[in-house]
T-cell receptor, first 116, second 116 residues
Framework: AQKVTQAQTEISVVEKEDVTLDCVYE???????LFWYKQPPSGELVFLIR??????QNEISGRYSWNFQKSTSSFNFTITASQVVDSAVYFC?????????????FGQGTELSVKP | DADVTQTPRNRITKTGKRIMLECSQT?????MYWYRQDPGLGLRLIYY???????NKGEISDGYSVSRQAQAKFSLSLESAIPNQTALYFC???????????????FGPGTRLLVL
């Protein structure tokens, strides 16, 4: 069975702090995809990144970076120099390569609060 | 204009009523999905459709039905609404599997449904 665990339910930081959101997944697939989505207070879901299981290179996009480690089944997300606009719920999700219906398995989400 | 739209954005209904949530997309995607979000549970898949003639049940389809009227339109119906169907509902779309991997799902803005 596939499962995604985001153990941190809520995180609160002060602006300019770095913060890491943890994501641990379980799958029997040898090839799979991992995603991060952001849900700001307005409620929409914004796609942030997709990572293939055969590509373990870390990725950086501005203040965002992602650390993918197959050995520990983790796909962690770091925000450097956090800003108030980063306050949102962040979801990690998993999808099998052979589609399995194309469904995304979501973690429970981590609510990040960045205070000024 | 938004690529994935949902109507209505908010809806209040009474137990036993039939309601329909609609989703339209201009992304030209073949695949469409309906998810519901409940606090602390992330998003769970209700139904998904690979094309107009292909509709499949997701994780939590009981109490729901869907209709794929066209490639761009996918509707979710609650035949007889009950209070535990109160949730935030999302429609999502993704491109046809091309052999290069799982396409990213893009989400609509969501519909907040309250069943009294």
């Amino acid at each position: 069975a596939q499962k995604v665990t985001q153990a941190q339910t809520e995180i609160s930081v002060v602006e300019k702090e770095d913060v890491t959101l943890d994501c641990v997944y379980e799958t029997r697939d040898t090839t799979y995809y991992l995603f991060w989505y952001k849900q700001p207070p307005s409620g929409e879901l914004v796609f942030l990144i997709r990572r293939n299981s055969f590509d373990e290179q870390n990725e950086i996009s501005g203040r965002y970076s992602w650390n993918f480690q197959k050995s520990t089944s983790s796909f962690n997300f770091t925000i450097t120099a956090s800003q108030v606009v980063d306050s949102a719920v962040y979801f990690c999700a998993l999808s099998g390569y052979y589609n399995q219906g194309g469904k995304l398995i979501f973690g429970q989400g981590t609510e990040l609060s960045v205070k000024p | 204009d938004a690529d994935v739209t949902q109507t209505p954005r908010n809806r209040i209904t009474k137990t036993g009523k039939r309601i329909m949530l609609e989703c339209s997309q201009t992304k030209g995607h073949d695949r469409m999905y309906w998810y519901r979000q409940d606090p602390g549970l992330g998003l769970r898949l209700i139904y998904y459709s690979f094309d107009v003639k292909d509709i499949n049940k997701g994780e939590i389809s009981d109490g729901y039905s869907v209709s794929r009227q066209a490639q761009a339109k996918f509707s979710l119906s609650l035949e007889s609404a009950i209070p535990n169907q109160t949730a935030l509902y999302f429609c999502a779309t993704s491109g046809l599997y091309s052999g290069t991997g799982q396409e990213t799902q893009y989400f609509g803005p969501g519909t907040r449904l309250l069943v009294l």
